[in-house]
């Protein structure tokens, strides 16, 4: 029988080497720059075909070797190495320390028709002054690049300054998401910025300086320079948010199709114009009545609520002329975040006579508070809404991150296991309701045998605490 020949030896194929440079630099414009940069050295082929990426990713944090040379180092990469035409995304986290080369590269992104700018800038502690540097000026070239899509300038250290004058020519016509900070004098071009982006449909201001004091409503006079007055009309804007908590400010809303709104604020009026009848998700931090009162009739139909704050005080903003609260007609998650001493306000939830109608729908419920410290006003707040929500299916207590505790632990390991147990003896409205608590210590008995388990660890704990400790513990 004749032998067979061997078999062929193949050669080892690099399937990557046959893609062309141009889709190896769409997949390199996928990762952070650094990373794209470092593929120059595999080989002569490769020594240049990150140059060719259509997006910039720099941040201050990939560079921790050169970091005393960021702001050089990613000037050369803009303005020298890169050949691409276009620039899709450029996106730069850095510590506030020159502002010496935005100027030219806001101006060469606008000309290669970039279409994301996200700029994150940092506070550097190391800096000992820099009250003495003057704001950067974004480039009036910026709000005429008809290609972006996303503008965001977050909530930075780097003090800019947008364009004062409200003739100013503004032409983005295809900018759906828009994230910027603003000083008073600049109230007039935000709105009409707003107004002038046909697609905008996101939309995240933030105030930037206090401009005066007091509070104001739209009842004030028109001629009352009390407040600044910023228009917000935007036919297909659907999410708004709002941080206004460093200046007094009006905001008047047309938005129609709006279907989440987020507002922080201490001295802000808002007005709708016309209620959004898509609105299904609001989020409200603040602890004024005042702030909450104006816009209750647009939270009538949300589905998810949100009150984030210090104080439960602001509830009092949800109530009508006869202290009754307000009807929410398809709430189905409420979301509450305070500080334990806000619950000694709970007497306005009327927890002697509760209203059922804050509750009617609510199906989730979750809880965020510093401490269990006060277990007896927390009881009560428990008992009001696990006794006025007959649709509810979950029920959670969280201890928020700046939750206090004692140096050896033990008594605040005894409040939390107390307030546990507490937990698990409330009555429901709903049978099916379940209760969850999210501590350091304890979570809610699952069964009897758990309970049991938890009661005898309690009655170890109270005997290792001092008397005055143990009586506290009890009284709570």
């Not at 704001?135 to 005429?144: D, V």
């Not at 800019?160 to 409200?166: E, G, I, S, T």
């Not at 910027?180 to 004098?185: E, H, Q, V």
């Not at 300086?209 to 009352?224: A, E, I, K, L, V």
């Amino acid at each position: 029988m004749d032998q067979l020949p061997p078999p062929t030896k193949r050669l080892a194929v690099d399937r990557l080497s046959t893609v062309p440079d141009p889709i190896l630099a769409e997949i390199l414009s996928l990762v952070p720059t650094k990373t794209a940069v470092s593929t120059s050295v595999l080989s002569t082929r490769w020594r240049s075909v990150w140059t060719q990426i259509t997006s910039i990713h720099l941040d201050y944090n990939h560079f921790p070797q050169h970091s005393s040379d960021f702001y050089t180092i990613a000037n050369n990469l803009l303005l020298t190495q890169l050949t691409s035409p276009v620039l899709r995304t450029f996106y730069l986290h850095a510590p506030f320390r020159s502002r010496q080369h935005f100027e030219s590269w806001f101006r060469h992104l606008s000309a290669r028709n970039v279409e994301i700018i996200d700029i994150n800038v940092e506070d550097d502690s190391k800096l000992s002054d820099t009250t003495s540097v003057p704001p950067f000026t974004i480039p009036l070239c910026i709000f005429q690049t008809q290609s972006l899509v996303c503008l965001n300038f977050r909530p930075t250290r780097l003090d800019y300054v947008l364009p004062v004058d409200p003739h100013t020519v503004v032409n983005l016509p295809n900018l759906k998401r828009l994230g910027l900070s603003l000083i008073a004098s600049q109230c007039l071009f935000v709105s009409k910025l707003v107004s002038s982006c046909p697609l905008l449909d996101d939309f995240s201001l933030t105030a930037a300086q206090c401009s005066c004091h007091g509070h104001f409503t739209f009842d004030d006079d028109d001629d009352d320079d009390t407040g600044d007055l910023i228009d917000i009309s935007c036919g297909i804007l659907k999410r708004l948010e709002l941080n206004t908590s460093y200046m007094k400010v009006k905001v008047l809303i047309d938005t129609p199709k709006l279907e989440s709104f987020s507002l922080k604020g201490i001295d802000v009026a808002c007005c709708f114009v016309k209620k959004p009848i898509a609105l299904s998700e609001a989020t409200i931090i603040t602890n004024y009545p005042r702030v909450v009162a104006p816009i209750m009739p647009v939270l009538f139909d949300v589905r998810v609520l949100q009150i984030l704050g210090t104080s439960l005080h602001m509830f009092e903003g949800f109530k009508d002329d006869k202290g009754n609260l307000l009807v929410f007609h398809n709430l189905t998650e409420l979301n509450l975040e305070s500080s334990t001493e806000g619950v000694d306000e709970l007497i306005m939830f009327r927890l002697k006579s509760p209203s059922p109608c804050l509750l009617l729908k609510v199906k989730k419920i979750n809880l965020v508070f510093s401490s269990v410290e006060y277990g007896l006003n927390l009881m009560k707040l428990a008992h009001y809404l696990l006794g006025n929500a007959p649709a509810l299916e979950r029920l959670s207590f969280v201890l928020g991150p700046q939750a206090r505790q004692s140096e050896d632990g033990v008594k605040f390991r005894l409040d939390e296991m107390v307030f546990c147990m507490d937990l698990y003896s409330c009555s429901r409205e709903s049978s099916g309701c379940q209760i969850e608590f999210q501590g350091q210590y304890a979570k809610v008995p699952a069964n009897i045998a758990e309970f049991q388990d938890m009661e005898n660890q309690v009655v170890l704990l109270r005997e290792s605490l001092s008397p005055v400790d143990a009586d506290a513990v009890k009284a709570s």
